[in-house]
């Protein structure tokens, strides 16, 4: 088991920067690729983001490239999503999710149906 739980959602301006965290608990965090994922009203699950357990290898989706960063410290068993120039169509509850694995590759690590763990989410939420 890794329990996951997120914090650091909130409201902001379009154009204003957050930053996710999420905290697992267990001591084999290091051996997880951990990914944030995030879900609009009425929409599907989305993949946002995914980072090997080394930290070495990352991966976005298309949108988010270039003003999102995922990035981890397994020392503190934290992993992070820092936005920034956020737009209102970034507005979700965004998930934080990990699964065991020491080597990544994008099919798996931005496929949902792959991460065995999953936080609780926290609400993102752009004004325009």
């Known amino acids: 088991q890794v329990p996951l739980v997120e914090s650091g959602g909130g409201l902001v301006q379009a154009g204003g920067s957050l930053t996710l965290s999420c905290a697992a608990s267990g001591r084999t965090f290091s051996s997880y690729v951990m990914g944030w994922f995030r879900q609009a009203t009425g929409k599907e699950r989305e993949f946002v983001a995914a980072?090997?357990?080394?930290?070495?290898?990352?991966y976005y989706r298309g949108s988010v490239k270039g003003r999102f960063t995922i990035s981890r410290d397994n020392a503190k068993n934290t992993v992070y999503l820092q936005m920034n120039s956020l737009k209102p169509e970034d507005t979700a509850v965004y998930y934080c999710?990990?699964?065991?694995?020491?080597?990544?590759?994008?099919?798996?690590?931005?496929?949902?149906?792959?991460?065995?763990?999953w936080g609780q989410g926290t609400q993102v939420t752009v004004s325009s």
């Open positions: 999710a990990a699964y065991s694995a020491y080597s990544i590759d994008y099919e798996k690590a931005s496929s949902g149906n792959k991460y065995h763990y």
């Open positions: 980072i090997s357990w080394s930290g070495d290898n990352t």
